[in-house]
């Protein structure tokens, strides 16, 4: 007998690979939304080890994506032609072994930037994250071999419905069980007070790394996940203010909230996608809408116990 949590997953796997099925009746547009929303799950959650359960502040968190989904997209537009396969091999297996292998390099990009900066705290290590999320935009603007400022093209569809959330169910899983487990009340610790958890022994900077690493790896997959949906990438598309709008997904949702965050990044995507009937107005009142939340709500929309995270 499987435990809940792994029934929780094989389920939602089997859900995911019945929509996947199924998505051939839906209108292009709506599909495009949805599967966007799972991939900002994917994001969200994951930037929720790191800023909600181990109480560091990244404004990163797109830099990570970027070099998750250029390294993904490289891997099929250069890989995949010349060995030939058929689209079936393709899409599955060529394609997840680029995700796998955008989620190391964004992992590497984490432990990079993690060792060295992750020693801060507050405002100075929220500083060194945005710096280097803009370093990774430049570096990108200015790269030929990935199409500089003009973009990436090219880039086949190979995400669907499965993969997205797939995905983000796998993401939701490793994050939960991770702090769930006996390691990751360490996670916690950090959180609550990292001079109490120094005290007890515990290497916090180890811990933040390692935050820092697992919540890097799953944005990069979601980033590969990203270019195989949108077909095009643009190193504008991974600036400051996408990074604001995962950060805004995990506070709305409340920090450190599994389910709270989940269901704002559902809110957040169907919003932003509904406001676009409104043109230029739209980021106007998205913004208003966010500030009357914040005022109203600063502790985030969802704030029941049994979402809230766990503490021992």
Known sequence: MLPKSQLWLLLALVAAGVASALSRFLDPYILDVVMGVGIAITLASSLNLINGFTGQFSLGHAGFMAVGAYTSAMLTTTLGPKLGASPVLLQWAVFPASLLLAGLAAALAGLAVGAPSLRLKGDYLAIVTLGFGEIIKVLLQNMDVVGGARGLVGIPDYTNLFWTFGVAAVTVYVVWGLLNSTYGRGFLAV???????????????????????????????????????????????????????????????????????????????????????????????????????MLTRPQGLFTWPLWKKKAT
Not at 193 to 216: C, H, P, Q
Not at 259 to 265: F, N
Request: zero cysteines; aromatic letters at 10%; glycine letters at 14%.
């Open 191 to 293: 959180a609550d007070d990292e001079v109490a958890a120094e005290a007890m022994g515990l290497n916090t900077t180890r811990y933040k790394i390692t935050a820092f690493v697992v919540g890097s790896f799953f944005a990069g997959v979601a980033g590969g996940l990203y270019a195989h949906l949108k077909g095009y990438l643009n190193p504008g598309g991974f600036d400051f203010n996408k990074s604001i709008e995962i950060v805004v997904m995990v506070i709305l949702g409340g920090m450190g909230r599994h389910v709270g965050v989940i269901v704002a990044a559902i809110l957040l995507g169907v919003l932003n996608e509904t406001l676009r009937s409104f043109g230029d107005y739209r980021m106007i009142l998205y913004s208003l809408l966010l500030i009357i939340l």
